[in-house]
């Protein structure tokens, strides 16, 4: 069992996710639509039903978009988000909200400094061990770090982090491979 689905940001996804961050910063709107896109993400996460609406091309753009406001006005969403959702949806790119998202989260850390890792384990890491390892990682780019940690049980012990491009693999599953590549090789 592999950890949850890794969204990709597609180019259009970028592009609009753009486009809402820069009208949200010079509206003064910015943490109120990063608060939002977040919530929306999350209920995203909770629910097949509104990754099927968003995803599946059997619901026409107008229904996407009616059903996205109804959506965004039950769970309180600011205005200029729900707005977004509706150009996406009437745009016929509801699918690329959820990349849209990941998107903004980079463009939004990016502005407040944030640099972005994530850390994949075998297992749950414990409240320590991840307190531990935004410390370290703090302190390795002279800066604050928003760590997102996935669960991959393949990695079979140790952690692959990536910060950026980087990626630092300490796994035993990686460990093994080069040892099988070694052997090979002798």
């Not at 961050?21 to 977040?38: C, P, R, S, T, Y």
């Not at 209920?43 to 059997?58: F, I, Y």
């Amino acid at each position: 069992m592999a950890g949850p689905k890794t969204i990709q940001a597609s180019e259009a996804a970028r592009r609009y996710a753009s486009a809402l961050f820069e009208l949200a910063q010079d509206k003064g709107d910015l943490a109120k639509v990063h608060k939002d896109f977040k919530a929306f993400a999350e209920l995203a996460a909770g629910s097949e039903d509104l990754v099927r609406l968003l995803d599946s091309p059997a619901f026409a753009r107008e229904d996407k978009v009616k059903a996205l406001a109804g959506l965004a006005t039950k769970a309180k969403l600011g205005g200029l988000f729900a707005k977004f959702l509706g150009t996406m949806a009437q745009n016929g790119r509801a699918r690329d909200i959820l990349g849209a998202q990941v998107a903004f989260e980079e463009l939004y850390a990016k502005q407040r400094g944030v640099k972005r890792a994530v850390v994949r384990t075998a297992m749950e890491m414990t409240g320590a061990e991840r307190q531990r390892i935004e410390s370290i990682l703090a302190k390795a780019v002279g800066g604050e770090v928003e760590l997102t940690s996935e669960v991959d049980p393949s990695l079979i012990g140790g952690i692959q982090l990536r910060i950026g491009s980087q990626l630092v693999d300490a796994s035993l599953s990686a460990k093994l491979e080069r040892m099988n590549t070694a052997m090979k090789g002798a």
